[in-house]
């Protein structure tokens, strides 16, 4: 099993573009998260989806938005990318049943120029 | 907002010597976990209490959970150069619903010196 991958691992985009971070899981988790890591922030999290077809705002959602289509994938957008996006995303996934451990993907580093 | 705060916020040893790491949390929580991160990668799960635990083992790891003073901390004995990493408490807050929503602290960095 891969366990939770994220697609792609960097990327650099300019002010207002545009991008999908996509996130895949094979552990039929119901329970999906995109977070945001900074320095000496720890991890904040932005949404969440506790299955197929929904989806939630965490602590930080302003400027991005997600979908669920399948439930082994979980995209996270940037419609208009700003500099206060740099960051590294993570994304988690967990079981609905399970002792409550999230399993983390590798994480993507974005860089806002 | 963070629910957990980590202290020390860095941790320098000699292989062999323990390391402990605290997290306090400000809200009644459904249990705390601790996770490691080693540099430039995910999280890794490492041990999870459950609020009406006090004390939990795991190998070299050691967690303590006081819900009284809402704090936690994680001993590793015997470190080795291998345990060089950041750790992270998180907790699973009362009131949360049914979402798995974790809080996670900022982090405790972590060198084992060889």
């Known amino acids: 099993n891969a366990g939770v991958t994220q697609t792609p691992k960097f990327r650099v985009l300019k002010t207002g573009q545009s991008m999908t971070l996509l996130c895949a899981q094979d552990?039929?988790?119901?329970?999906m998260y995109w977070y945001r890591q900074d320095p000496g922030m720890g991890l904040r999290l932005i949404h969440y989806s506790v299955g197929e077809g929904t989806t939630a705002k965490g602590e930080v959602p302003d400027g991005y938005n997600v979908s669920r289509l399948k439930k082994q994938n979980f995209l996270l957008g940037l419609e208009s990318a700003a500099p206060s996006q740099t960051s590294v995303y993570f994304c988690a996934s967990s079981y609905v049943r399970g002792r409550g451990e999230q399993f983390f993907g590798p994480g993507t580093r974005l860089t806002v120029l | 907002s963070q629910q957990g705060e980590e202290d020390p916020q860095a941790l320098s040893i000699q292989e062999g010597e323990n390391a402990t790491m605290n997290c306090s949390y400000k809200?009644?929580?459904?249990?705390l976990q601790w996770y490691r991160q080693n540099s430039g990668r995910g999280l890794v799960h490492l041990i999870l209490i459950r609020s009406n635990e006090r004390e939990k083992h795991s190998g070299r790891l050691r967690v303590t959970l006081d819900t009284s003073k809402k704090s936690s901390s994680l001993l590793i004995t015997a470190s080795r150069a291998a345990d060089t990493a950041s750790y992270f408490c998180?907790?699973?807050?009362?009131?949360?619903?049914?979402?798995?929503?974790?809080?996670f602290g900022q982090g405790t960095t972590l060198q084992v010196k060889p």
């Open positions: 998180a907790t699973d807050a009362h009131g949360s619903g049914n979402t798995g929503k974790l809080i």
């Open positions: 552990m039929n988790h119901e329970y």
């Open positions: 809200t009644s929580i459904n249990n």
